[in-house]
């Protein structure tokens, strides 16, 4: 079982509706969690860190439910913008261990 | 400028042949990693050092070896290039353990 998993899509969706991505973790003692974005052939920038506590920022929410061990990104109002690859990542808190990154959730939002 | 670069962008080159991808940060982060992403594969972990004297392999190292030369640089080397390690490669520093990476451009590397 891979470490982090995500559906890889592609969720295509019309300018205006919401969209959600799930990602699973194996690692029950993983620490941290972030959503990153990649656009084509550039490279991974950070979209938001998750909390516990679930966290938003402006159209997009990050939610993390540690007992069935998955992350959620949801985003409303999609803009054609926002057409990109959504990266999950989790740090597993094994020692010094970098982060682990999911293979990504392609979306393409279309007019 | 940008806070973490790569050197060459592109390169082609022939099986069996010695090349090295540069990384460069001025983000003063001590951590610097080595990752390289494959079409359905993401992003997979080749080398980290947390220092200059500290470094770790990932989960893929056969094939590569790295020289941390300085905190602010990062040297992957393919010893001898085969076609399977033909992909993109970034290069990603942070400030400490668990916290957010920040990617360099990345390397485009195709091995004939």
């Known amino acids: 079982r891979k470490e982090v998993e995500q559906d890889p899509g592609p969720f295509n969706v019309p300018e205006g509706a919401t969209v959600a991505f799930n990602c699973t973790y194996s690692?029950?003692?993983?620490?941290?969690f972030f959503w990153y974005r990649q656009d084509c052939r550039k490279e991974p920038k950070l979209l938001m860190s998750?909390?516990?506590s679930g966290n938003e920022d402006g159209r997009f929410t990050a939610q993390l439910n540690r007992a069935s061990q998955y992350i959620s990104l949801l985003i409303r109002d999609s803009k054609l913008s926002d057409s990109a690859t959504y990266l999950c990542?989790?740090?597993?808190?094994?020692?010094?261990?970098?982060?682990?990154f999911g293979s990504g959730t392609r979306l393409q939002v279309q007019p | 400028d940008a806070d973490v670069t790569q050197t060459p962008r592109n390169r082609i080159t022939k099986t069996g042949k010695r090349i090295m991808l540069e990384c460069s940060q001025t983000?003063?982060?001590?951590?610097m990693y080595w990752y390289r992403q494959d079409p359905g594969l993401g992003l997979r972990l080749i080398y980290y050092?947390?220092?200059?004297?500290?470094?770790n392999k990932g989960e893929i190292s056969d094939g590569y070896s790295v020289s941390r030369q300085a905190q602010a640089k990062f040297s992957l080397s393919l010893e001898s290039a085969i076609p399977n390690q033909t992909a993109l490669y970034f290069c990603?520093?942070?400030?400490?353990?668990?916290?957010?990476?920040?990617f360099g451009p990345g390397t485009r590397l195709l091995v004939l």
């Open positions: 990603a520093t942070s400030p400490g353990p668990g916290e957010t990476q920040y």
């Open positions: 690692n029950s003692a993983s620490q941290s």
């Open positions: 998750v909390y516990s």
């Open positions: 990542v989790v740090n597993t808190g094994t020692g010094r261990r970098a982060l682990t």
């Open positions: 983000k003063g982060h001590d951590r």
């Open positions: 050092s947390f220092d200059v004297k500290d470094i």
